[in-house]
Nanobody, 129 residues
Framework: QVQLVMESGGGSVQAGGSLRLSCVIS????????MGWFRQAPGKEREAVAV???????RFADSVKGRFTMSKDNAKDTLFLQMNSLKPEDTAKYYC??????????????????????WGQGTQVTVSS
């Protein structure tokens, strides 16, 4: 089981700007792990944003498709979420989540929050109009 997930890189930007979030895991490696990004705005449910599996297959929510991308630094067990063309509706606290999984977890759909067993504390992203 992944033991620790830690996010960083949040901040405040104007609409149209970019941010890059980072997520570092410990206790396991990307070779064994399914990684997901979620976000939660005040008063709203936690929403799945993206997932990437051990084979680097990825999937994105329709709301961010074409604007967000992911990449990995396998040597540092770090996952990046590059967010471009940000909109005010992207404002939320962003969470990284992980689960040891040897399958192609991104092959069919975005896994629900209940699928993951390790979560970070979250990092705030605020986009002003």
């Amino acid at each position: 089981q992944v033991q620790l997930v830690m996010e960083s890189g949040g901040g405040s930007v104007q609409a149209g700007g970019s941010l890059r979030l980072s997520c570092v895991i410990s206790g396991d490696t990307f070779g064994n792990t399914c990684m997901g990004w979620f976000r939660q705005a005040p008063g709203k449910e936690r929403e799945a944003v993206a997932v990437i599996d051990r084979y680097s297959h990825s999937r994105f929510a329709d709301s961010v498709k074409g604007r967000f991308t992911m990449s990995k630094d396998n040597a540092k067990d770090t996952l990046f979420l590059q967010m471009n063309s940000l909109k005010p509706e992207d404002t939320a606290k962003y969470y990284c989540a992980a689960k040891r999984d040897y399958t192609s977890c991104a092959s069919l759909s975005l896994p629900a929050a209940s699928y993951y067993d390790t979560w970070g504390q979250g990092t705030q992203v605020t986009v002003s109009s």
